[in-house]
């Protein structure tokens, strides 16, 4: 019993520092000279989580007077692909996963060469998404054609809920300043909320500044908040505008945001915390991922149980430098139940419950 307050305690005392600083992702995407017809020909920090090709890498990128992201190597250019033609979707994930009671801010430049009005609405480019990406998409952006120019949408969700559109109408072939908060809320699970903030020129140092464009705060979708936010999203669909992207910043506080000028691009990689995530998907058959961090290097174990509290396979168990990991667990040899992992690493230790049905 004494034990168990004590560790208590222990893990309370993480809980309590909050981060409030950090800038969690500086993609300048600056990849050299030569552009290519897929970025991830031309860098491993993008992934491709649907299609098969693209988007594009272009040379040179966007620049925005005064935002700390600008003008540095080149950008990423999407389109209405058509199926294998420029119809992939990519993420990058950030350094670390925000799952607090906290708020994400996500920045980038935006300009867009056409658009078109889809289901008399447009189709979202941009998301956001857990650390171990699936289909949850979180505070999807979205544009439609208004004749001459566009609009932007937003929704926290996805269908049935709809996006919230703005009726200002913006220029194509003219780069923006857009800001996607995303607000955790802990009262329900479907409560957490979205904010769309556009400039056409200025960089605000604080919050809301004077925004050309605001949506939101918008979130009544029925689909269950996320965990966590630990990855953004470019999607290239038939009805997604054309466009190129670029300077897309995450950081959990708009001053780390955009408040910088251009000095804090080598941010931090170290968690502050230790963190065991919920394995995802879960239940699941067979396999499951599971992501941890750890704030200071040392020995980690990690290993599963049975419901008996027998110990029925070892994930992990040697030294790891404080990051951000994510390992992946075949329990095709087990049969249907539920099991338990658990991390151990110096005085830190915490355990969590899995289900696989079969
Ligand atoms: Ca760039
Ligand atoms: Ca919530």
Redesign the pocket.
Known sequence: MKKSILLFCFLLSFSLITVGQTVLLNE???YGSTANSDITMVTQNWARHSGTQGPQYVY???SYTAYP???????LSFTNGSSGNNDGDVNRQTSTFISSTSVVYASFLLSLKSAKVYNNAGDYFFHLGPAILSTTFRGRVYVMSNGSGFSFGLSKSSSPEVAVYSNTVLNFNQTYLVVLKYSFNTSATTDDEVTLYVYSSGVPTSEPGNPDVTIGPTGTGSSADPSDIGTVAIRQGSNTPTGTI??IRVADSWTALLGATGVDDNYSTVPTSFELMQNYPNPFNPTTTIAYSIPREGNVTLKIYNMLGQEVKTLVNEARSAGYYRVSFDASSLSSGVYFYRIQSGEFMMTKKMVLIK
């Open positions: 300048n995407f600056d040179p990128g966007l992201s600008t003008n540095v190597g080149g950008a670029d300077g």
